[in-house]
């Protein structure tokens, strides 16, 4: 056991409790699958794979109320700056400690730009994240498609715990997804991004029967609010 705490609160947002409280992609105001509002988590930190509004979610007025620290792409973190939030860039590939934890920025196939009073803003290559914590590697990948370098981050991060979209039309499905996962290699794969919204309705059993035809790794079908101890 690593002493961690996982925890999902619908679509692409997950909590992580360690020593330090962290929140990726924070999306509650406006999300149907969500139980919590931003008013009621407290982060250390967030992270922040892209700008689209499901993923960037209520992360200004979060970190505004609470001071946290927000790792971003470098383009993003530079508009979350102009909105007086406690922002700090990286890029693909990059690695830094925050408050001892590993963070390692990785690609994703998808797009990125924020929307803000009406105008659409660049905001740089969408991500995803691996986070390294009390000796546990959990791998984000944010919103992508399937991609032959999920093989190279597998091998070199070997990740523990990989969560990753199954929704399909924007990201994955449930069949490319399963291929990610045999290409990764984690220990257990949770599905996230599915029947937030009816234009990404997946069963996620379907998911993992894919995944049990082609590796060994255990998907774990999470409710929101489930706690997974690590
Ligand atoms: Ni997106
Ligand atoms: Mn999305």
Same mark, same amino acid.
């Given at each position: 056991m690593h002493g961690i705490q996982l925890i999902w609160h619908g679509h692409a947002c997950f909590e992580i409790r360690a020593a330090?409280?962290?929140?990726?992609?924070?999306?509650f105001r406006g999300n149907p699958s969500a139980k919590l509002l931003p008013e009621d988590v407290n982060p250390d930190i967030i992270f922040v794979t892209h700008g689209h509004y499901d993923h960037l979610g209520d992360?200004? *007025? +979060?970190?505004?109320?609470?001071?946290?620290r927000v790792i971003a792409m470098h383009e993003l973190a530079n508009y979350l700056k102009s909105q007086n939030v406690k922002a700090e860039g990286m890029n693909i590939g990059g690695k830094v400690q925050v408050n001892g934890i590993s963070v390692i920025m990785t690609d994703a196939n998808h797009?990125?730009?924020?929307?803000d009073s009406g105008q659409r803003l660049y905001g740089g290559r969408a991500a995803g994240f691996i986070l390294q914590i009390n000796g546990c590697s959990i791998y984000h990948t944010g919103d992508t498609g399937i991609f032959g370098d999920m093989r190279?981050?597998?091998?070199?991060?070997?990740? *523990? +715990?990989?969560?990753?979209p199954i929704g399909g039309k924007y990201t994955m499905d449930p069949e490319d997804a399963a291929k990610a996962v045999a290409m990764i290699g984690p220990g257990i794969a949770i599905p996230m991004h599915y029947n937030t919204f009816d234009v990404i309705s997946q069963n996620p059993v379907e998911f993992m029967h894919k995944v049990k035809d082609i590796c060994e790794t255990k998907v774990l079908i999470l409710s929101v609010e489930d706690v997974l101890e690590l």
């Amino acid at each position: 056991m690593h002493g961690i705490q996982l925890i999902w609160h619908g679509h692409a947002c997950f909590e992580i409790r360690a020593a330090y409280n962290m929140l990726i992609d924070p999306f509650f105001r406006g999300n149907p699958s969500a139980k919590l509002l931003p008013e009621d988590v407290n982060p250390d930190i967030i992270f922040v794979t892209h700008g689209h509004y499901d993923h960037l979610g209520d992360t200004v *007025e +979060i970190a505004q109320r609470t001071g946290c620290r927000v790792i971003a792409m470098h383009e993003l973190a530079n508009y979350l700056k102009s909105q007086n939030v406690k922002a700090e860039g990286m890029n693909i590939g990059g690695k830094v400690q925050v408050n001892g934890i590993s963070v390692i920025m990785t690609d994703a196939n998808h797009s990125s730009s924020i929307s803000d009073s009406g105008q659409r803003l660049y905001g740089g290559r969408a991500a995803g994240f691996i986070l390294q914590i009390n000796g546990c590697s959990i791998y984000h990948t944010g919103d992508t498609g399937i991609f032959g370098d999920m093989r190279l981050i597998g091998d070199i991060y070997k990740p *523990e +715990i990989v969560l990753l979209p199954i929704g399909g039309k924007y990201t994955m499905d449930p069949e490319d997804a399963a291929k990610a996962v045999a290409m990764i290699g984690p220990g257990i794969a949770i599905p996230m991004h599915y029947n937030t919204f009816d234009v990404i309705s997946q069963n996620p059993v379907e998911f993992m029967h894919k995944v049990k035809d082609i590796c060994e790794t255990k998907v774990l079908i999470l409710s929101v609010e489930d706690v997974l101890e690590l």
